[in-house]
């Protein structure tokens, strides 16, 4: 499957978009497991390690489809 640069483009607005949300919650997922809000099975409510291992994904992505589009460019 091919994408256009104005698919593309488009691609990776949206996903800037996600990984700054992403990582604004993120950052409320740290202060809860901080405070230690659990849920009734004592876990806590939420696990940030995945989040973050999705914003890094979301990092590489950004930059995978930046250097595709600059290549493009040339």
């Keep these: ?21 992403a990582q604004e919650l993120h950052e409320a997922m740290i202060d809860i497991e901080t405070y230690g ?6 876990m806590p409510v939420v696990n940030s390690l995945e989040l973050k291992e999705d914003i890094t994904d979301m990092e590489n992505l950004i930059r995978k489809i ?9």
Excluded at 37 to 42: I, K, L, P, R, S
Excluded at 68 to 73: E, G, I, P, Y
């Design 1 to 21: 499957m091919e994408f256009s640069n104005e698919e593309l483009k488009k691609l990776l607005k949206y996903i800037r978009n996600a990984k700054d949300q």
């Design 37 to 42: 809000e659990v849920d009734h099975d004592g």
């Design 66 to 74: 930046e250097r595709h589009l600059s290549v493009k460019a040339d």
